[in-house]
């Protein structure tokens, strides 16, 4: 089956760095994309990497490394509004497969 | 500004009383996409279009049907809803390259009474 691990909550204070993992275990994907979604929100892309690496935009940046099936997101300088959950998600026969999220609490 | 629009906003129904949602985009986008999202749970998919061509998940019941009558719109038919469909339902649209990245849509939040 394909699956996407992720941690189901993760908390940090304001100012700092964390990375969200998501392992999965799923073959012939194009890529690995990440949501966040604000609550009662809807889910609005963050990050797509299509091949192994790093890519970086603004305070977020996003690692895939598929021999290792792996892939994290990471938030430079955490502010409040960060608190969301995050998804992870790969590309696949023109679908998009999430990951069950992981909830972001942002604390002062 | 190009957007996914979902309307309404909330819906309220009855128990077995169908319902629609509806979905339109200005982005023109070939792919539309129903799902159902779950308190603390990732999104569902349903089902989505490429162009008109529909896509029906294995596992999506048949008390939910789906139209596309052009590009812009697509709506979500519930024909028998049950307490267990309450749910935010998102739209999203794509333009179907590889990347997939999916624009969604405000959603939808069903109440069934």
């Known amino acids: 089956g394909q699956s996407l691990e992720q941690p189901s909550e993760v908390t940090a204070v304001e100012g700092a760095i964390v990375q969200i993992n998501c392992t999965y275990q799923?073959?012939?994907?194009?890529?690995l994309s990440w949501y966040q979604q604000h609550d009662g929100g809807a889910p609005t892309f963050l990050s797509y990497?299509?091949?192994?690496g790093l890519e970086e935009t603004g305070r977020f940046s996003s690692f895939l490394s598929r021999s290792d099936s792996y892939g994290y997101l990471l938030l430079q300088e955490l502010q409040m509004k960060d608190s969301a959950s995050y998804f992870c998600?790969?590309?696949?026969?023109?679908?998009?497969?999430f990951g069950q999220g992981t909830e972001l609490s942002v604390k002062p | 500004d190009a957007m996914v629009i979902q309307n309404p906003r909330y819906q309220v129904t009855q128990f077995g009383k169908p319902v629609t949602l509806s979905c339109s985009q200005t982005?023109?986008?070939?792919?539309m996409y129903w799902y159902q999202q779950k308190s603390s749970q990732a999104p569902k998919l349903l089902f989505h279009y490429y162009d008109k061509d529909f896509n029906n998940e294995a596992d999506t019941p048949d008390n939910f049907q789906s139209r596309r009558p052009n590009t812009s719109f697509c709506f979500l038919d519930i024909r028998s809803p049950g307490l267990g469909d309450a749910a935010m339902y998102l739209c999203?649209?794509?333009?179907?390259?590889?990347?997939?990245?999916?624009?969604f849509g405000p959603g939808t939040r069903l109440l069934v009474l």
């Open positions: 799923t073959s012939g994907f194009y890529g």
């Open positions: 982005l023109n986008h070939n792919v």
């Open positions: 998600a790969v590309s696949r026969g023109g679908k998009l497969i």
């Open positions: 999203a649209t794509s333009t179907g390259g590889t990347q997939e990245t999916q624009y």
């Open positions: 990497n299509a091949l192994d």
